[in-house]
């Protein structure tokens, strides 16, 4: 199965991902994790991607889209995957369609602004692997230390209070749009976020069997 979840920053959908590969053993393709993978393999993508990164600006597009088909071209990938970032905009998306990749189900998950922000200031994110973590909902078993690689956990920059509303104009702005672009298409499913992770991921999954 292939899916895409759709989310503003900090609704929650990295760890409705993780549920999901768990559960259907499909793996989960994290943008900014596969971009930091081909940084490491000194792939021609991974150099390209670099030299953007080194000089401060952001990964263009057409980069990013050279990733993600390097990436769902990899074995693993073969009985499915989960897009989580990506894609980000209708260019992204129409470049996806473009590839011949066909979309089983895209997820939304919806959760409001203001809850947004409460979540963002408590999350913790592994400065190696990557992994999530939220100083509430989602501890990792020692503290400030992430239990996959045992890499220290920080907050990062953009989860700080005072740049999640511009990221959320971002999101509105830009990602937003692609709900309609895939409710066009019959593949949009809304999933509301809840209170807790293990009321969310019932919601997703039946989202995923609808």
Same mark, same amino acid.
């Given at each position: 199965?292939?899916?895409?979840?759709l989310?503003a920053p900090?609704a929650?959908?990295g $760890?409705?991902a993780?549920k999901?590969?768990?559960?259907?053993?499909?793996?989960? *393709? &994290?943008?900014?994790?596969i971009i =930091?993978?081909?940084?490491n393999?000194? &792939?021609?993508v991974?150099?390209?991607?670099?030299s953007?990164?080194?000089s401060?600006?952001? /990964?263009p %597009?057409e980069? !990013?889209?050279? +990733?993600?088909?390097e990436?769902i071209?990899?074995d693993d990938c073969?009985?499915?995957?989960i897009?989580d970032?990506?894609p980000? $905009? *209708?260019a992204?998306a129409e470049?996806? %369609?473009?590839m011949?990749? &066909? *979309?089983?189900r895209v997820l939304d +998950?919806? !959760?409001?602004?203001?809850?947004i922000?409460?979540r963002?200031s408590?999350?913790?994110v592994?400065e190696? @692997?990557?992994?999530s973590y939220h100083?509430v909902?989602?501890?990792?078993? /020692?503290?400030? /230390? @992430?239990?996959k690689?045992?890499g220290?956990? +920080?907050? =990062?920059?953009?989860d700080?209070? %005072?740049? /999640?509303?511009d990221?959320?104009k971002?999101y509105h702005e830009?990602?937003?749009?692609?709900?309609?672009?895939?409710e066009?298409?019959?593949?949009? =499913? !809304?999933v509301d976020?809840?209170?807790t !992770?293990a009321?969310?991921?019932?919601r997703t999954? @039946?989202a995923l069997?609808?």
């Amino acid at each position: 199965m292939k899916i895409i979840l759709l989310g503003a920053p900090g609704a929650g959908k990295g $760890t409705q991902a993780e549920k999901i590969s768990e559960a259907l053993h499909i793996p989960q *393709i &994290s943008t900014g994790n596969i971009i =930091r993978e081909a940084l490491n393999s000194g &792939s021609e993508v991974g150099l390209k991607a670099k030299s953007f990164i080194e000089s401060g600006k952001l /990964v263009p %597009d057409e980069v !990013v889209i050279d +990733i993600i088909k390097e990436r769902i071209a990899k074995d693993d990938c073969k009985d499915g995957f989960i897009l989580d970032g990506f894609p980000r $905009t *209708i260019a992204q998306a129409e470049a996806l %369609d473009s590839m011949g990749v &066909s *979309i089983d189900r895209v997820l939304d +998950i919806n !959760v409001a602004d203001d809850v947004i922000a409460s979540r963002l200031s408590g999350r913790r994110v592994c400065e190696a @692997c990557g992994s999530s973590y939220h100083l509430v909902s989602k501890k990792p078993a /020692v503290e400030g /230390v @992430c239990d996959k690689c045992g890499g220290t956990l +920080i907050q =990062r920059k953009d989860d700080h209070p %005072d740049t /999640v509303a511009d990221r959320l104009k971002v999101y509105h702005e830009q990602t937003e749009p692609l709900k309609a672009y895939y409710e066009k298409k019959g593949l949009l =499913r !809304v999933v509301d976020g809840q209170d807790t !992770v293990a009321d969310t991921t019932y919601r997703t999954f @039946c989202a995923l069997e609808d």
